[in-house]
Structures are given as C-alpha cells and as structure tokens.
C-alpha cells in the first residue's frame, strides 16, 4: 500500500516570507511519479508539478521550486516571497506505475498568507 | 477549453434518494476517476476506469455504482444516499498510457449533501 503525509495541517505567513511545504510518501514500487496539486478558495484543483521517481532533480518555476530526495522519501515543495495569491490548500500525491494508477492524496496543508 | 465538466455543480439530497454525478472529458483521455473529498481529507478515490468498458472499485467504493457510458462519459450514481456521504466529488481523467506520469485533469467538483 502506499501513503503520502503531509504533516503540516495549516500554514500562516506573512507576505513576502519563503514558505516551506512538507510532503513524505511510503511506497513499495521502484517506479512511481509524485505531484502537486494547489486548491485555491474557489475550489478547483489546479495541478502544478511532477517528478518521476528516477528524476531526483530540483526543479525551480519562479517562485516555486521542489526539492524531491529519494534517501528520505520527500518531496518539499517551496514557496519563495510569498504572495496572498498564494493562499491555498495544497496536495502532494503519488501515483504507482503499474496497476491501478490513481492518485493516492496526502490530507493536504493550509497556506494563509497575510498582507 | 472544457477540460473535464461536471454537472451538477451543487446538490442536496434526502437520506434515501438516489442521484446520478455526470462527468464528460474532451481530451480523448481513456482514464476517468472519481474522488470524495472530506474536510481535513485529501481526495480518495471511489471507483476508476482505465478504459471504455472497463471499471474497478477504489478505496472507498461502497453505496456507489459507476458507469463508463464511452470514453469521453463516467457517471457516478448514488442508489440510496446517506449523511455519510455528504461531501465534495471530483470527477478526474489522464492519459493512461506508458507514461503514467501524465497529470490528472479535474473537474471542478461537486458540492452534494444529503440531510
């Protein structure tokens, strides 16, 4: 079975502050691809990153770079300068490469950015 | 762009009637997912498609019934709601294919409650 954790229930900052997102995963495959998704007030899901489980490389999207480490089973999602925009549930997840492939969600963290 | 539409977007049932959640995707995609998302909760999956003709129960399948009516149609019915099954359902769709690391595509959820 597989599980993602995502320990930090909910986040405040202040605006322009770097924001540090935890996510640890359990699986058993050797293939498998990790996501994060962002669901803004409104209620959507908004996909933002993927990273498949040979690519351990950092990856960095404006404000937004992800540190995946296989060693440790993270895949910590940063937000730099913080904007209220921001301001979101976010869910990490994984998905297996063989057999059922549907996400397995973590319970997501509350990002509140204050002016 | 529709992406993944789901009708309704709002509902409210009493214990004991049933309902049909349309979802219908324009991508071509041949995966379709159903998820519930419960506060505190991430989203976990009820029943999933790989294909036309094809489904399989996910995680929390039981008081649902699904139906794969053609690859672009996954309808999720309810035959006798109950209170527990009040919550937000979003309806999903990829590219399942050897790249499995494509990202889910979501619906904008529905918002259901049962009294």
């Known amino acids: 079975a597989q599980k993602v954790t995502q320990a930090q229930t909910e986040i405040s900052v202040v605006e322009k502050e770097d924001v540090t997102l935890d996510c640890v995963y359990e699986?058993?495959?050797?293939?498998?691809?990790l996501f994060w998704y962002k669901q803004p007030p409104s209620g959507e899901l908004v996909f933002l990153i993927r990273r498949n489980s040979f690519d351990e490389q950092n990856e960095i999207s404006g404000r937004y770079s992800w540190n995946f480490q296989k060693s440790t089973s993270s895949f910590n999602f940063t937000i730099t300068a913080s904007q209220v925009v921001d301001s979101a549930v976010y869910f990490c997840?994984?998905?297996?490469?063989?057999?059922?492939?549907?996400?397995?969600f973590g319970s997501g963290t509350r990002l509140q950015v204050q002016p | 762009n529709a992406g993944v539409t789901q009708t309704p977007k709002f509902q409210v049932l009493k214990t004991g009637q049933s309902m049909t959640l349309q979802c219908a995707q324009d991508m071509n995609h041949n995966s379709m997912y159903w998820y519930r998302q419960d506060p505190g909760m991430g989203l976990r999956l009820i029943y999933y498609?790989?294909?036309?003709?094809?489904?399989d129960k996910g995680e929390v399948p039981n008081g649902y019934n699904v139906s794969r009516l053609n690859k672009r149609e996954f309808s999720l019915r309810l035959e006798s709601a109950a209170p527990s099954q009040t919550s937000v359902y979003f309806c999903?769709?990829?590219?399942?294919?050897?790249?499995?690391?494509?990202?889910?595509?979501f619906g904008d959820g529905t918002r259901l409650s049962i009294l």
């Open positions: 997840a994984l998905i297996k490469d063989t057999g059922r492939r549907a996400l397995t």
């Open positions: 498609s790989a294909s036309e003709g094809t489904t």
């Open positions: 999903a769709s990829s590219e399942l294919s050897q790249y499995s690391n494509q990202p889910q595509h």
């Open positions: 699986t058993r495959d050797t293939t498998y691809y």
